[in-house]
């Protein structure tokens, strides 16, 4: 089984920075991508951040783009979300994903890792 976990939640006043990782664990698989999701109390999941691994590719959400950085290692399966200027409606849940196939489809997420960005 693949696992996900991610880490570096927190709390953070506005402006202000933090770092999330995403390591994965269990049987041995390769990603062709992987990403970074987030949830706030009341709505819907949505997307934040992609990478794929071949060519470094990276794509944001429009709410983040400018502020967060996705990069990682596709040896070790492990992602990073540089989460910079902060705001308080970047307060959410933050999940971690991975692809193995190239169709867009995340096979694998993690439990999740709450951010919170006070005023």
């Known amino acids: 089984q693949v696992q996900l976990v991610e880490s570096g939640g927190g709390l953070v006043q506005a402006g202000g920075s933090l770092r999330l990782s995403c390591a994965a664990s269990g049987r041995t698989f390769r990603s062709y991508a992987m990403g970074w999701f987030r949830q706030a109390p009341g709505k819907e999941r949505e997307f934040v951040a992609t990478?794929?691994?071949?060519?470094?590719?990276?794509y944001y959400a429009d709410s983040v783009k400018g502020r967060f950085t996705i990069s990682g290692d596709n040896a070790k399966n492990t992602a990073y979300l540089q989460m910079n200027s902060l705001k308080p409606e970047d307060t959410a849940v933050y999940y971690c994903?991975?692809?193995?196939?190239?169709?867009?489809?995340?096979?694998?997420w993690g439990q999740g890792t709450q951010v919170t960005v006070s005023s």
């Open positions: 994903a991975a692809q193995t196939s190239g169709t867009g489809w995340y096979d694998y």
């Open positions: 990478i794929r691994w071949s060519g470094g590719n990276t």
